[in-house]
């Protein structure tokens, strides 16, 4: 991958605990950096020999996975973007993977991913209102109505994780069109749930 429009940014700005020293627009600039590249190699779908464009889409989307794997969110966000919309005669859509990967930015401060996956989002964040505690919430961790979504989002993530046991590595050493069963993934992280949002709400009010 070419950096050189990337030369101020390092792994580091992209993986930080907490939410608010993540720059917001230099994640979706190095994320449309990423996405041009790809927007580039679909040009010459017409041009290269089929197993040949194949083979380079491969390699593209193992370069974005060897970034993720080594912490650079906006690469693990652009993951979630590419296996939810898959690519067509290429990679289904993969929404296991997409949602894997997802959570893993959001744990790591990503907002772009919050935005994609908004609705696997929804019940938390109905959760934490029927909960009658979001006054609580707000002046505990010094929120606003712009902020509290991220907050309540990237803090549910990191507690799924840990109770999901997703990891980083074992996602990323995946085969790229690995199938996945998501009606498991769906039961496994409803599951989940049952132990999570009662510690997410003990955590944060």
Known sequence: MDYSNLI??????????????????NQRVFFNVIKDEFTELNQQEDILPVDLFAQKYGRKIMDV????????????????????????DLMEPNLTRAHEWGILAVSNGSKLSIERLR???EPVFDF???????????????????????????NYCILLIEEMKIDLLTVAKKPIDQKENFIKFSHDYKEANKKVLP???????
Do not use: T
Not at 133 to 147: G, T, W
């Open 8 to 25: 101020d940014f390092k792994a580091e700005d992209f993986n930080k605990a907490d939410l608010f020293e993540v720059d917001y627009d």
């Open 119 to 121: 609705l696997f989002f």
């Open 65 to 88: 996975i060897e970034m993720a794997a080594g912490g650079i969110v906006p690469a693990q966000d652009f993951l979630c973007y590419l296996y939810k919309r898959g690519i067509e």
């Open 199 to 205: 510690r997410l709400l003990e955590l944060i009010a």
């Open 128 to 154: 934490i209102i029927d909960s009658k505690k979001v006054e609580d919430i707000v002046e505990k961790n010094k929120l606003n109505d712009e902020n509290i979504s991220d907050f309540i989002a990237q």
